[in-house]
């Protein structure tokens, strides 16, 4: 069908991008260290550095970002 076609073919022209962030802590707005970022329903992904810092290369404009992290206190 054309309709199937034309979906496919916007589908391949999406734009990539590379995204870029710190995440921090919404109770001190100190940096999160390990925390998992992943591309929703793929395999890519980053985890944030000691200052917090990520960044994912080759991503879908349109993707969806999901953010874990497990806080170990005692």
Request: hydrophobic share 35%; aromatic share 6%; no cysteine.
């Amino acid at each position: 069908s054309t309709q199937s076609r034309s979906s496919a073919a916007s589908d391949v022209y999406k734009r990539q991008v590379s995204v870029n962030g710190t995440v921090k802590s919404s109770v001190d707005g100190l940096p999160l260290i390990g925390v998992n970022i992943i591309v929703k329903n793929t395999s890519s992904g980053a985890v944030s550095d000691f200052d917090g810092n990520f960044t994912i290369s080759n991503v879908q404009s349109d993707a969806t970002l999901v953010f874990t992290y497990v806080d170990l206190k005692h």
